[in-house]
């Protein structure tokens, strides 16, 4: 109803551009919070260690540390929008000269690849798409 609202009334609100997105559910949104309060509780009945590799937080692109970070952070993600630039600047910093490491996308659509040629042009040179 309210987006029928809106829709309606676009230039009201001065919108330019209204497209509704074909999502499950509001995830990355402040409406998922009572989901994470949940996650958060659950999380204390599971024991978390440090990753072997380097795991990325999408709240800020950063890998985690610690498992305490994880605890913290985890629930975080199911609300808070997702940061895959900041992700991808940490992934592919490098010092000049260093190649960058093949990258693949795996699923439907290239979104990631899109968003790491906006994001490293020189990174994206080595990066495929795999379609599933």
Known sequence: M???????????FR???LKRLPVSGAFHTNLMKPAAVAVKEMMTRIPVEVPLIPVHSNVDGKYYKNATQIYKQLPKQIYSPVK???????????SVGTNFPKTYECGPGRSLKTILKMCNAKAWESCFNIKA
């Open 2 to 12: 309210a987006l029928t609202f809106i829709e309606q009334n676009q230039s009201d």
């Open 15 to 17: 919108l330019r551009h």
């Open 84 to 94: 895959w630039e900041q992700t991808m600047h940490i992934l592919y910093e490098r």
